[in-house]
């Protein structure tokens, strides 16, 4: 198995994708200030990480995560935490708003 993850600089909070066959061997050097990228950046913390079946596709994905549209996706679709969202006046096709926000 192999893995694509994202970590966060708690320095600057930019955040740095890579591949592994093994993330603690992995979040180890990086932590460790053995990684060129990341060394001036520690400490990093594991934000989120993708299995996939093979180096290939890992590279491929870790690729992708590294331009504009990638990006966006992880912040949008994976690195954003989830709204809470209930019903407007309890139609379930009614536009839904966040819990905790007053109507407008």
Same mark, same amino acid.
């Given at each position: 198995m192999?893995?694509?993850y994202i970590l966060k600089s708690a320095i600057d909070g930019n955040l740095y994708v890579g591949s592994t066959n093994d993330i603690a061997r =992995?979040?180890?050097?990086h932590n460790s200030? #053995?990684?060129d990228s990341t060394k001036g950046r520690t400490p990093l913390r594991l934000e989120a990480y993708f299995a996939v079946k093979d #180096?290939? =596709?890992a590279i491929a994905l870790?690729?992708?995560f590294k331009t504009g549209s990638g990006r966006a996706f992880l912040q949008k679709r994976v690195l954003q935490p989830p709204k809470l969202?209930?019903?407007v006046g309890g139609h379930p096709l009614r536009q839904q708003q966040a819990i905790g926000k007053?109507?407008?």
């Open positions: 192999w893995y694509v =992995r979040m180890t050097e200030g #053995k990684v #180096k290939s =596709r870790e690729q992708y969202y209930q019903s007053p109507p407008q």
